[in-house]
């Protein structure tokens, strides 16, 4: 046997950094894949959630994209990051999901608030993990409604940059490789989104032109 | 002048903290619990609905194969044995007549000719090598006598390209009238 495989498997799935939790998954430890799993779930669930906007439909985004990380694990050689690889692909599912045919159909016999750029998200299922600062408490509701709205109409790869960011779960790196942008790209991405959000509230009134 | 300024770039941070609010919001939401749950459930019922396909979709080849095999041998079976071909013969040359030239095969009707010609074989023809004959006793400026000014011409044979018979259609003119209608 391999002799980095048994020092893996002398340590704690938690002690163990994600190259070795992928060697014994490639190996057939489910268990393994497991702790990959739970390690991740937060930054491919948050992904795929800045690509379909709907907490269920990112929930069975990032189900598929584990599954497929576990299918294709034998292809993973470590060149790369496993968080990075597995971003990825769960990118390119959120993007198949995005146009698929049934969603749209689904979309266009129950129009989603999210669609229609009203309140994005089903309030029972979401779980802030940042409460409101006191600063943010005097931020004119309105406003923000407004920004929300507007964020949907933006065009497709300033939205998705803006919420990738957006996440507190992926680097500006991360960003440029899940999108296959270059890094100034992303960052102007970024940047270009805000401000036509800007341009777009200034002509709603919010700010002087 | 300054107070303009200094309003405007509070309603600037004001806006900015809006987009910053809400793109958190959207976005920094945890996935429901049990995903980690749920992926190990379907990988299992991947596992399981594999080992489980794979008998079925081996039968279903296999008697798929026996039956195409089945099929291709039935084909062979009934197909009709290939009859000889029909022997190419030279056909004379025609008369110089205006009467058309009528195989005696056509001229008999379509009931004198033999059903065992109608095959889906092709039927090949044979190899053409010398179209014009015999050169030997071709005209040329040699054969020519001078002293008795005679040509010496061989007799003409037209060796046909196709064993179809050449059909000339006799040309019937109406009589002429006047004004040409």
Same mark, same amino acid.
């Not at chain 2, 429901?32 to 594999?50: M, Y």
């Given at each position: 046997?391999?002799?980095?495989?048994?020092c893996v &498997?002398?340590?704690?799935?938690s !002690?163990?950094? #994600?190259?070795?939790?992928?060697?014994l998954a490639?190996?057939?430890d489910?268990? !393994?894949?497991?702790?990959?799993?739970?390690?991740?779930?937060?930054a491919?669930?948050?992904a +795929?959630?800045?690509?379909v906007?709907?907490?269920?439909?990112?929930d069975d985004? +990032?189900?598929?994209a584990?599954?497929? !990380?576990?299918?294709?694990l034998?292809?993973?050689?470590?060149?790369a990051?496993?968080?990075?690889?597995?971003l990825?692909i769960?990118?390119?599912?959120a %993007?198949?999901?995005r146009?698929?045919i049934?969603?749209?159909l689904? @979309?266009?016999?129950?129009?989603s608030?999210?669609?229609?750029?009203?309140?994005?998200f #089903?309030?029972?299922?979401?779980?802030?993990?940042?409460?409101?600062?006191?600063?943010?408490?005097f931020? #004119?509701? =309105?406003?923000q409604?407004?920004?929300?709205?507007l964020i949907? &109409?933006?065009p497709?790869?300033?939205? #998705? !940059? @803006?919420l990738?960011a957006? &996440?507190? =779960?992926?680097?500006y790196?991360? %960003?440029?490789? %899940?999108l296959? +942008?270059?890094?100034g790209t992303?960052?102007?991405?970024?940047?270009e +989104?805000?401000?036509?959000?800007?341009?777009?509230?200034?002509a709603?009134?919010?700010?002087?032109? | 002048?300054n107070? $303009?300024?200094?309003w405007s770039?509070?309603? $600037?941070?004001r806006?900015?903290?809006?987009?910053?609010?809400?793109?958190r919001?959207?976005m920094?939401?945890?996935?429901?619990?049990?995903?980690?749950?749920?992926v190990l459930a379907?990988?299992?019922?991947a596992?399981e609905?594999?080992?489980?396909l794979?008998p079925r979709y *081996?039968?279903a080849?296999?008697?798929?194969v026996?039956?195409l095999a089945?099929?291709t041998?039935?084909r062979?079976?009934v197909?009709p044995p290939t009859?000889?071909? *029909?022997?190419?013969?030279?056909i004379?040359a025609?008369?110089?007549?205006?009467a058309?030239?009528v195989?005696?095969?056509?001229?008999?009707?379509? *009931?004198?000719r033999?059903?065992a010609?109608?095959?889906? $074989?092709?039927?090949?023809m044979p190899?053409v090598t010398?179209v014009?004959?015999?050169?030997?006793n071709?005209?040329? *400026?040699?054969?020519?006598d001078?002293?008795r000014?005679?040509i010496?011409?061989?007799?003409l044979?037209?060796?046909?390209?196709?064993?179809r018979?050449i059909?000339? $259609?006799?040309?019937?003119?109406?009589?002429?009238?006047k004004g040409?209608m």
């Amino acid at each position: 046997m391999d002799q980095s495989t048994d020092c893996v &498997t002398g340590t704690e799935p938690s !002690a163990a950094t #994600d190259l070795d939790l992928v060697r014994l998954a490639q190996a057939g430890d489910v268990d !393994a894949f497991g702790e990959l799993v739970e390690r991740n779930r937060r930054a491919v669930f948050r992904a +795929a959630l800045a690509c379909v906007r709907s907490p269920a439909e990112a929930d069975d985004v +990032a189900q598929e994209a584990f599954v497929t !990380a576990y299918r294709k694990l034998g292809t993973f050689r470590g060149d790369a990051q496993f968080r990075t690889w597995l971003l990825s692909i769960t990118w390119r599912k959120a %993007i198949d999901r995005r146009k698929s045919i049934s969603r749209w159909l689904r @979309l266009a016999v129950t129009p989603s608030r999210m669609e229609t750029g009203e309140d994005s998200f #089903d309030h029972m299922e979401r779980v802030a993990t940042s409460t409101r600062s006191q600063e943010d408490m005097f931020v #004119d509701e =309105e406003l923000q409604q407004n920004v929300t709205r507007l964020i949907g &109409t933006l065009p497709r790869k300033l939205r #998705d !940059a @803006l919420l990738l960011a957006g &996440t507190g =779960e992926h680097t500006y790196e991360e %960003i440029s490789q %899940i999108l296959g +942008a270059p890094l100034g790209t992303v960052k102007w991405r970024v940047s270009e +989104a805000r401000r036509v959000l800007k341009k777009k509230l200034a002509a709603l009134g919010y700010a002087y032109e | 002048m300054n107070n $303009e300024f200094s309003w405007s770039a509070a309603r $600037e941070a004001r806006i900015d903290r809006a987009i910053d609010r809400a793109v958190r919001e959207m976005m920094q939401v945890d996935p429901p619990p049990g995903l980690r749950r749920r992926v190990l459930a379907r990988l299992n019922d991947a596992n399981e609905r594999r080992s489980y396909l794979l008998p079925r979709y *081996a039968v279903a080849v296999m008697a798929l194969v026996v039956l195409l095999a089945s099929i291709t041998l039935m084909r062979d079976r009934v197909e009709p044995p290939t009859p000889p071909k *029909a022997p190419v013969m030279a056909i004379p040359a025609p008369a110089p007549t205006i009467a058309p030239v009528v195989p005696t095969e056509l001229a008999a009707g379509p *009931a004198a000719r033999p059903a065992a010609e109608i095959t889906r $074989e092709r039927i090949r023809m044979p190899r053409v090598t010398d179209v014009f004959g015999n050169r030997r006793n071709d005209v040329s *400026a040699a054969t020519i006598d001078l002293g008795r000014r005679e040509i010496v011409v061989p007799p003409l044979t037209i060796v046909p390209l196709s064993a179809r018979p050449i059909v000339i $259609e006799p040309l019937i003119l109406p009589p002429a009238s006047k004004g040409g209608m």
